[in-house]
């Protein structure tokens, strides 16, 4: 059974950095695309940022600039880099691998950001 464990969030102060990751347990077939969701307090989910299995990457406007996806396939991982935060970005952080077949979620880290 396939799941994802997301890692790296906490406080941080404004500014700041922090490198949330997503380990892939189990076999993964036919993968789309993997991609980071966050979801504020009273607020829908939102994509942050995707990775194709193409490479090519997408993200929220918000974001373009201070964040980055990468994957290393090796190590069936997926990370987000967070640079330069600010108290906007805090939010549960969502892993999410999308596959031809089913989509599966991480359980989320908390990510807080103080001013």
């Known amino acids: 059974q396939v799941q994802l464990v997301e890692s790296g969030g906490g406080l941080v102060q404004a500014g700041g950095s922090l490198r949330l990751s997503c380990v892939a347990s189990?076999?993964?077939?036919?993968?789309?695309?993997m991609g980071w969701y966050r979801q504020a307090p009273g607020k829908q989910r939102e994509l942050v940022a995707a990775?194709?299995?193409?490479?090519?990457?997408n993200y929220e406007e918000s974001v373009k600039g201070r964040f980055t996806i990468s994957r290393d396939n090796a190590k069936n991982t997926v990370y987000l880099q967070m640079d330069s935060l600010q108290p906007e970005d805090t939010a549960v952080y969502y892993c999410?691998?999308?596959?031809?077949?089913?989509?599966?979620w991480g359980q989320g880290t908390q990510v807080t950001v103080s001013s």
């Open positions: 189990g076999r993964i077939f036919s993968i789309l695309d």
């Open positions: 990775l194709t299995s193409g490479g090519t990457t």
């Open positions: 999410r691998i999308h596959t031809y077949y089913l989509t599966y």
